[in-house]
């Protein structure tokens, strides 16, 4: 077998485990997931799957990485398209909020992420996707004097951390009307920032 096609066969291989193992998490959840339902689901053998990775958590981690990454393209993209930076973080903010919705998302980004992965590389996960977007708009508003001179560091993390927090609320919530209440918040939270 030639070497290109071993090698589309391997991302292929590797491909159906992410994607099988993604609806598998999303569905079950993280603690609910064997390996073996893992490779049933893929259609592959368990040496294929350590082939590409050593564990479930690694796996996992793939996983989370892939759903973070959609997440901050979907808010990114609903950003980018307004004109102002102020827009862009409102938009933003709320995209991120929306997004948390999915139940899908909400499992694996935002109920097993933590837990599998522990604290602080979630948190350094979710920096270097979603956090960066919103370090970005704050530093572009600092500079145009919308929003006071203060550091962005800060700032971004005490952001982040609520938004975080509204989006276990809302997973954990039946009530329809919770996202246009936590949006409605977030707004009033936001605008309290701006230079009047």
Same mark, same amino acid.
Do not use: N
């Given at each position: 077998?030639?070497?290109? =096609?071993?090698?589309?066969?391997?991302?292929?291989?590797?491909?159906?485990? =992410?994607?099988?193992?993604?609806?598998?998490?999303?569905?079950?959840? /993280?603690?609910?997931?064997?390996?073996?339902?893992?490779?049933?689901?893929?259609?592959?053998?368990?040496?294929?799957? /350590?082939?590409?990775?050593?564990?479930?958590?690694?796996?996992?981690? $793939? $996983?989370?990485?892939?759903?973070?990454?959609? =997440?901050?393209?979907?808010?990114?993209?609903?950003?980018?398209?307004?004109?102002?930076?102020?827009?862009?973080?409102?938009?933003?903010?709320?995209?991120?909020?929306g997004a948390s919705t999915d139940p899908a998302i909400q499992r694996i980004m935002l109920i097993d992420g933590p837990a599998v992965l522990g604290w602080a590389e979630w948190r350094e996960m979710n920096e270097a996707t979603s956090g960066r977007h919103l370090a970005e708009v704050l530093a572009v508003l600092i500079e145009e004097g919308t929003i006071p001179a203060q550091p962005v560091e800060p700032l971004t993390h005490l952001l982040s951390g609520a938004m975080n927090e509204a989006a276990l609320w809302l997973a954990a919530s039946s009530d329809p009307a919770d996202l246009a209440d936590a949006t409605a918040a977030l707004t009033r939270l936001l605008e309290a920032l701006r230079v009047p």
């Open positions: 077998m030639p070497q290109g =096609v071993r090698a589309q066969q391997r991302e292929l291989t590797r491909q159906a485990l =992410v994607r099988e193992s993604r609806r598998l998490f999303s569905t079950l959840g /993280y603690g609910a997931v064997g390996l073996s339902e893992i490779v049933a689901a893929a259609g592959v053998t368990k040496g294929a799957l /350590y082939h590409h990775f050593s564990s479930k958590a690694e796996l996992f981690r $793939v $996983v989370l990485e892939q759903a973070q990454q959609e =997440v901050a393209e979907r808010i990114a993209a609903t950003a980018d398209a307004r004109e102002s930076s102020w827009e862009q973080l409102l938009v933003g903010c709320e995209a991120f909020l």
